[in-house]
């Protein structure tokens, strides 16, 4: 099973990553965990190179491109072979991420985005788990983080609530792949929807791969 983690920058998707894994562990699954972009050493590469410096350092055509790049080397190389041992893999940001934060709200690049994902990878998660919150909590939790990778961030709040309106689009188109939770409350009590949320996922998949319809028995 192909899990992803989404949501505006400070949402928490790492904390919530790694409390996930340990739920999944803890129940005898084995667990796979990696972060976009990055995940290989290729990937983390391309990761200083868009995530530091200044907000226009590249282009948004150019942006679409690298995070392809990075993406498809960590899918190769981490995610596929994972998937095909039998793991589950929790993702912290896929392709979502670059529909949302590379696209700018706009149409062409949308097409372009999709276009290389479906050429490149051609594949997306079983589930998105989108960590909703306040775009302006999210940014002061994003700001107050002591690192370099705040390329993103000094665009600003005006971004931070386009990006999370889109976000939610997505998920109001795919509602069979999403599962929106409430980041606005404490940890604990979030990590525990997020865990909910995908054991009912994993048992709906059990259960489908135990009795499959009778057209497929008949097949």
């Known amino acids: 099973m192909f899990i992803s983690m989404e949501g505006i920058d400070g949402a928490g998707k790492s904390t919530q990553v790694t409390l996930l894994k340990q739920e999944l562990v803890n129940g005898g699954h084995r667990v796979v965990d990696s972060r976009e972009p990055g995940g290989t050493e290729g990937a983390e590469r391309i990761r ?45 940001r896929f392709a979502d991420s670059t529909r949302v934060y590379q696209s ?28 909703d919150i306040d775009p302006s909590l999210g940014w002061y939790r994003a700001l107050a983080r002591q690192n370099d990778e705040t390329r993103f961030e000094k665009i600003g709040l005006d971004l931070q609530v386009k990006l999370r309106a889109e976000f939610l689009n997505l998920a109001n188109k795919e509602p069979d792949r999403f599962e929106v939770v409430d980041g606005n409350r404490d940890t604990i009590t979030i990590a525990r929807d997020v865990y909910d949320r995908v054991f009912r996922k994993l048992m709906d998949r059990r259960q489908k791969e135990a009795y499959p319809t009778q057209s497929h028995c008949l097949s």
């Open 104 to 131: 700018r709200g706009k149409d062409d690049l949308k097409k372009r985005i999709d276009s290389l994902h479906s050429l490149f990878i051609g594949r997306e998660p079983d589930l998105t788990v989108l960590i």
């Open 48 to 92: 200083s190179l868009l995530l530091e410096g200044e907000s226009d350092r590249w282009s948004a055509e150019t942006e679409i491109l690298l995070f392809t790049a990075a993406r498809n080397d960590h899918y190769e190389r981490v995610i596929q072979p994972a998937l095909q041992q039998g793991a589950i893999v929790i993702c912290d």
